[in-house]
């Protein structure tokens, strides 16, 4: 029979693994209630661990056809997949899989019988491939990783209590107080006493008396403390990680209010700045897109720039007649700024160096005393262009009435682009020269 | 009937949000007790039940009328207003509204009375409320986000352990021991009990005995475990927080006094150092600066620099006549040092790059020899403002009196700052030429 | 009578301080005490009562009459210190100096007597100067500040522990089992089961059984498991902040081996890097020379430099007859290199840009093949100075022998410094000149 | 006897540090039991006494004949190391070593040799030494820190918890109850009680009753809640530590899919920045070549840089001639890149300024149309090379196959190295030259 290479990451091959991980589950649970409850591996429970052995070995099988990726690639070679796998997780398989019980059932030697029943422990290790599958799992499905650390540590606990549990009812001997117990009520006592050592509550309703349970007992304990600490570490570290970005984000503002009243600014200063960090947290939580996306390649970087503004900068008539690597190199070299509502961005009469894009929000374009509104430009317009030509002063006042995201783009790094492109330049030359004259006809009628 | 559209920071409706959240805490202690105790719904508690009724079916009219805010933007918009409303709260808060009990207790069925009694539990959904509710209070008020977080914090957990309290008052059997109780002292022993265990102090004293409370127990337990292991990460996450900046300024410091004990740097200036982290602590929690303003966006950052230097720039001489936005960019550009008591911030004789502005301490003017003072310089006052026209040799020694907050000006930013204003740039010059003229007529004479 | 102004420093101050702290901490012990006993207020205790009151009314004199430092400046106006007392810490201190009793006392009436007796615990009110008296003596001993935190953290437990166990002896009544205790016995008990209340131990022995008890209970352990929560949370920060180095000198690390397995890099030079940051560490902990100094304000990064460098610098031929401006700028542009041993610091043959001052370990000068020594340069050596005056072929091979702290200063940096020196660089460029014929006099001999 | 230095790092010493260590541990065992059991030092016992004596001593002269490394140097002088032992572990080593019982057991007098068996606590002195052996240890072997730190901690713990064990027994009344235990119970119940506490479980089965026990339990849990707080900050804080690799990556991709969010980013390049991130992780936990070789000095740095480039840039045909340093500076200054699937990292028409080298992963060659693949680059190979001579249009469009890793050199870059390199720039100008020329021709006739 020949098995395809299956891929880790198909639908079929996640279904498959999330079915081990429930029978891997289901046998950890019912395992040691068997052994400790001297249950006869019988009936629907020797049906069950037939059904167990032959789905276990059709794993090895199926896990001995799966491609792994090493480093985003995937290897579908199937020499090295057996290599992998007879080094990692082969041997574990193959002893969670073997039927042990069956075999060893057929002698009728009570010695044997003994030995099988234990041998169901090695079923167990069929645990050690949780991890795995739950990685797996959160690849293809994107899960968020904090959630998954979370419900594999209470996963975890849970398991462990639960063994404990049973090894508490095997060697547990309370004869006067409690006794005697059904089955169900003394797995629930265990399994309470478990979880109160556990949790380091220690009612002290149940205590150990003989040695060997005073011995049982101090082990639990030690690792109860060390799995407690364990756990609250685990927490304390997941809540720092959650609130990173807030936390670096008041850390700034505490920053910013301690050097303002140290340096006693004026209120209303005060609550514009506090207000333009109350805007960056909640438009961004306070990241700042440059330092974002210098931290992606260049090719990432360009068409996340490109699908953001080539719209607007198609719009500015000098750019016209570009070529899209001239566009490209523009785009790459827009500067984000912010303006909060009142804020001047151009003052008439100021020399200008910048033109801007507005990308979020809105401005007013006023008269010099502000009485008149000439025109609100909103996203996706844009200003100040006559700059990048020539270093004329603004001829308007323009003015945010709200909070704007806006690029600039300055005359220096626009000449710096032009000169790689030669023709573009000589063109951007004459507009420019067309330009001055204009202008100073105009000035001259004045 | 027409209502306006609310604005959800306005005095009343944050005063009627705080009525609701004061009705929630109230009904979230009664309806435990009554549903543990039993109590008749008649009387008083149903006079109780009926007003809770109608206050949160005028809240759901009142909330179905409150303009919300999107980044900063406040959407008044009836419709919008409308569907986020139905997208979030309306359902919950409809299912806490409804008078289930009045309405089914008209049927007089004893079944349907005991779902009448039940229902009142959906009032409890309010409790979804409270976090919206703070927050809204926290925005309006500006109060410290680490003290709110820390009393939802305790406001939870004793939310959560009275109604776990009140569970345990319904299933706990204790029929030697305590009975017969008291109303009162039955629930202060439950909730004793529920502290004891949340806290994971355990005394033992109440213990679980039948299946049933045992499985409680159990799930409390682990609940509890998970909450204080909340409770503590939170803790440590906010003394961490608290103490960032301090932690960062000892970290600094540590970093500095290592390195100077491994180079055997002599102690007078080891102490110098380390009180000059004093200072910077004492004066501005360690925090620099420029790199709190580089974070501001431009307007506001002018806005800051030049209430804090204006008048003392348009006081400089050189500086006369020099337009706003001249004075604007100088501001931009001036750059703070710190001076200890003793430093020299001139050497007479040296040739000078930059001129000075002192903000906060003061500076002596000393003879070559330092046995004279000839004039002390205090805040607000400036020096070597002849650096920006001409490189000439310093012709005063200055030293720091103490602890000096100054802004320093370099000929070379200076400079740069020039060439975009030509009129102002020419002045300059003349008023250099004419400094160089008197200073070689003075160099002859000697 | 005219008191003179105190400097909050001066040691008899400091005395006087700590005093007072002894003070507080006994009333805070005993007061309770008597009042849990019912002690009389008489024989030695009024004494001791009496010299109470005396010394705490002193304490309000002395305290308004001590200087206090602003941002490190020292107010000694009286005024000041008066209005900045009274808004403070004179109320609290007021009440607890007051001698109520003494006055109460004297009236013989039953009712005024008990007040009397209850007003002592307005004395703990002195409890609230610890952490002004701490910072005080802190500030004159510059302890460590984690050890003072530590210990200030476990005194205000010792404090509350004992507070709670006299209010738990006020209110315990155990009727049946310990009972008759005596005084000391009680009170042992009542301290131990505090202890094992706030530290979650709870063993049980001792477990409320009255209302009054029952409520105590639930208010100290929701105290101590919040407490509890905030000394763990404050150990973790301070285990956190201890290692802090280490640990940024560890990610550092990790970072780096995990790049060189990722690049499959070879053993020896994997070793090689390795043990060079295990000597950054050991030698510096980590931190990096020039990190360091760039934070600290020119005079005293100077000051610094010059010790470091002073001596060394002024050996070198070519800056012989150089001023004192141009050797602390040329100080100022040293640049820290550090070199491992085998490591070729300059090779025969290649053109130098740079001059090396060595100010730890040594350097082998050799021959090209390395078999001949022909010098070892220890610390305070420098050498390649020539590639200062011109761009020539380093003439000799120099090989690290052990781990090298140097600095070196390079041609570019160096022409910088010249151009501000202009008579110097005069000087330097005639040496240069001369070296160049020298140079190539000895090549066309060649 | 001439005892020779001994290198602290060698086999021998290492080894005889271990049997100390493991010496150490089995005195800090047996001599609190000894002292409990009120065990006679006699047989056995006193063998063993006097073999741990001679065992000390011999280690104090092989101690002070190691030798020491002080910041990475081995001193092998013998004053030097004299001082060193002496000022620091000689006299905890004396005491230690001193044979007090076989002295003063001599003497026969009853209160003398009392003494002598309490003297046997002095060698638990040598405790003190097991840090030193462990770091030598760890040294010698490069052992996990973080592990090697956890070991320590529950090293110790479990050292107090039985010399805790050992003091409870020996004041320890428990008569009803438990009496008479055999000495292994008695052990293991104190024990079990001390577990109990110190993980404040605190069951209450064994609790103290008389003043002397009470006093005992409340220092052991002050000690026990201290050190349960010092435990899970560690291990919060080691978990911290691990995971900051993780979650410093975590934090990147947060802000990133943060900002794509907010910028409505289509779904496919927000994957496509995913997975580029995912590869970052997978390959290079996350960490950017450039900034960590940037830590490393210029030699290691060159040599890390040559080992992993040379091959490939000897291969460049215009680098054929270039001389060794020539290749150095050219490697110095690689750029790394990374490009994704699908990337076009050169485009037919664009003007070129730099060349790439593959370093893993493959390119593609495709036509203008993309139908057409004419070749595919892998690891070892480099293209774009002319783009270093001249800036002519791209000859090819290429396109990334899968995840590269290249390396790229801009001409910038490349032209500031000739500088420095006046022969081989020559040689470079005349092939540009050439280049040019053909280019032209080809032009032509097209």
């Known amino acids: 029979m020949k098995i395809p290479i299956l891929n880790p990451d198909s639908h079929?091959?996640?279904?498959?693994?999330?079915?081990?991980?429930?029978?891997?589950i289901a046998i950890t649970i019912i395992i040691p209630l068997i052994m400790v409850y001297h249950l006869?591996?019988?009936?629907?429970?020797?049906v069950f661990d037939i059904l167990i052995s032959?789905?276990?070995?059709?794993?090895?099988?199926?896990?001995?056809?799966?491609?792994?990726?090493?480093?985003?690639?995937?290897?579908?070679?199937?020499?090295?997949?057996?290599?992998?796998?007879?080094?990692?997780?082969?041997?574990?398989?193959?002893?969670a899989a073997f039927p042990f019980f069956m075999i060893l059932s057929f002698f009728q030697n009570p010695l044997l019988l003994r030995i099988a029943l234990l041998s169901n422990i090695l079923r167990l290790l069929k645990l050690f491939r949780v991890k795995r599958t739950i990685g797996r799992i959160r690849n293809s499905k994107r899960l968020n990783p904090s959630f998954i650390r979370m419900s594999l540590l209470i996963f975890w606990i849970l398991i462990a209590a639960h063994l404990i549990s049973c090894a508490w009812m095997a060697i547990w001997e309370d004869p006067a107080a409690l006794n005697p117990l059904n089955a169900e009520s003394m797995y629930l006592r265990s399994f309470y006493w478990t979880v109160t050592t556990l949790t380091?509550?220690?009612?002290?309703?149940?205590?150990?008396?003989?040695?060997?349970?005073?011995?049982?007992?101090?082990?639990?304990?030690l690792i109860g403390a060390g799995m407690y600490g364990f756990i609250?570490?685990?927490?304390?570290?997941?809540?720092?990680?959650?609130?990173?970005?807030?936390?670096?984000?008041?850390?700034?503002?505490?920053?910013?209010?301690?050097?303002?009243?140290?340096?006693?600014?004026?209120?209303?200063?005060?609550v514009k700045i506090s207000d333009y960090y109350d805007y960056l947290w909640e438009s961004r939580r306070g990241y700042d897109e440059s330092s974002i996306l210098q931290d992606l390649p260049k090719p990432l970087k360009t068409s996340v720039s490109l699908f953001l503004n080539r719209g607007i900068i198609q719009k500015v008539?000098?750019?016209?007649?570009?070529?899209?690597?001239?566009?490209?190199?523009?785009?790459?070299?827009l500067n984000p700024v912010v303006f909060t509502p009142g804020d001047y961005v151009v003052i008439k009469g100021e020399i200008g160096?910048?033109?801007?894009?507005?990308?979020?929000?809105?401005?007013?374009?006023?008269?010099?005393?502000?009485?008149?509104?000439?025109?609100?430009?909103?996203?996706?317009?844009?200003?100040?262009?006559?700059?990048?030509?020539?270093?004329?002063?603004?001829?308007?006042?323009?003015?945010?009435?709200?909070?704007?995201?806006?690029?600039?783009?300055?005359?220096?790094?626009?000449?710096?682009i032009l000169v790689r492109f030669p023709e573009f330049a000589e063109k951007i030359?004459?507009?420019?020269?067309?330009?001055?004259?204009?202008?100073?006809?105009?000035?001259?009628k004045k």
């Open 12 to 24: 079929s091959k996640i279904g498959w693994d999330i079915l081990i991980l429930i029978l891997t």
């Open 40 to 46: 006869p591996l019988s009936g629907f429970l020797l």
């Open 54 to 95: 032959l789905i276990f070995i059709a794993d090895i099988l199926i896990e001995s056809h799966t491609a792994y990726s090493d480093q985003r690639e995937l290897i579908r070679d199937k020499e090295k997949i057996m290599n992998r796998y007879m080094g990692m997780a082969f041997v574990t398989d193959l002893l």
């Open 200 to 221: 380091t509550i220690g009612y002290g309703d149940i205590s150990p008396s003989t040695n060997l349970e005073t011995i049982f007992v101090i082990i639990i304990e």
């Open 232 to 270: 609250i570490g685990n927490i304390a570290n997941i809540i720092a990680n959650i609130d990173i970005a807030k936390s670096q984000y008041q850390e700034k503002m505490e920053k910013v209010t301690t050097f303002l009243r140290y340096k006693n600014i004026p209120h209303d200063l005060k």
């Open 317 to 333: 008539p000098i750019f016209k007649g570009a070529n899209e690597e001239f566009i490209k190199e523009v785009i790459l070299n």
């Open 353 to 416: 160096y910048e033109m801007y894009f507005i990308s979020r929000g809105s401005v007013d374009v006023v008269s010099e005393d502000e009485s008149i509104v000439y025109a609100t430009l909103g996203a996706g317009s844009f200003f100040g262009e006559i700059a990048l030509l020539l270093s004329a002063p603004r001829n308007a006042t323009i003015k945010a009435k709200d909070y704007c995201d806006c690029y600039s783009l300055d005359k220096e790094t626009f000449d710096q």
């Open 429 to 444: 030359r004459e507009m420019a020269e067309k330009r001055r004259a204009e202008t100073e006809e105009k000035q001259k």
